[in-house]
Every structure is written in structure tokens, then in C-alpha cells.
């Protein structure tokens, strides 16, 4: 369940890159760019669907947390979507002195920061909610310099950590 939900992440990421590149192009018009955009908040949307998956009661992504939802949007926040699990990875213990951690909590998925401010993926300073927002903004307004920093750099560097993510056990 946990390898099908990376999947579904790392598709939508790749997906919102495509949106990008549609929408960089000089050709794309005003109401171009405003369905491209609702497609990037559509895909933001699905996100927090998978993001909250669960499996028998238990959320994929809440790290430890297993029976608190992961994932909450929250217009009136900072964030567009607060994490509500921990940073505490699921572990088993499998020997006298030896537990194995299993899956993946939803602040490494999504890029939330820990309590020292240090987000999981290098170079991308905002959660992946945050940089899906600020790509639909940009596509919607036609923002091509903010458009080009955000699906180049940050997009980039999130599919490329979660597609590099190991199979879970």
C-alpha cells in the first residue's frame, strides 16, 4: 500500500511538471493558463487523499501517529495543508536489540520540516503542498519567472526524492 501510494505522489509531482511546461509556452492564453492551474490545485487535491491513506485504521503517512490522519487542508493557515502526524518513523522490533523502520512518515513524502527547520529534501524550502499552490499561482497568472524557478528547482528536486524513495517492507 505504502509503494502504491509513492507511486501515486510521484506521478502527480510528474504530472504537475507536465502542467508546467504546458503552461510556459508564449502560445498558452489567459483561460489556458486558468485550467492548467485548476489542474495543478485538482492534482494538490488528490494529493491529500493519498496523503491520508490507510490500511486496516491505520494512516500510512502519520509516522507513528498511525490513527491520527496525516494530512488536514487548512485555508486559513500559513500552509494550504498542515501535518498533523510526527517525524517518527514506524519501527519493528525484530530481535532481542534490533527494530527495522518501516514505511515513511508524511514530513519526509511532503517536505515538512522538523523541529529544527530541516526539510527532507535539499534545495526545496516549502512543503509540497506549498510549491503545488505557488505553481497553480504562478500558471494562473502567468508568472513565467516564478513558474520557472518553482517547476525547475523545487518540482525537480521533490519527484526526484520521491522517486528515489526505497520500497517500503
Known amino acids: 500500500a505504502t509503494d ?6 510521484a506521478s502527480a509531482l510528474s504530472q504537475a511538471k507536465n502542467l508546467c511546461l504546458q503552461a510556459g509556452t508564449a502560445t498558452v492564453s489567459a483561460p489556458q493558463r486558468a485550467a492548467l492551474a485548476g489542474q495543478i490545485r485538482a492534482l494538490q487535491a488528490s494529493l491529500i487523499v493519498t496523503g491520508n491513506a490507510e490500511v486496516q485504521g491505520h494512516y500510512l503517512f502519520s509516522g507513528s501517529q498511525t490513527t491520527t490522519p496525516p494530512l488536514q487542508a487548512d485555508a486559513t493557515a500559513n ?3 498542515l501535518y498533523r502526524g510526527n517525524h517518527q518513523q514506524l519501527s519493528y522490533q525484530v530481535g532481542a536489540d534490533e527494530k527495522i523502520a518501516v514505511g515513511f512518515t508524511g514530513a519526509a513524502v511532503f517536505n515538512y520540516p522538523d523541529a529544527a527547520g530541516v ?4 534545495g526545496v524550502d516549502e512543503d509540497a503542498f506549498s510549491l503545488l499552490n505557488g505553481l497553480a499561482d504562478a500558471v494562473e497568472t502567468g508568472d513565467t519567472a516564478r513558474l520557472a524557478d518553482r517547476k525547475s528547482t523545487r518540482l525537480n528536486s521533490s519527484h526526484t526524492d520521491i522517486s528515489r524513495m526505497p520500497s517500503s517492507a
Open 119 to 122: 526539510r527532507p529534501v535539499a
Open 4 to 9: 502504491t501510494a509513492l507511486g501515486e505522489v
Open 79 to 81: 500552509l494550504p495543508v
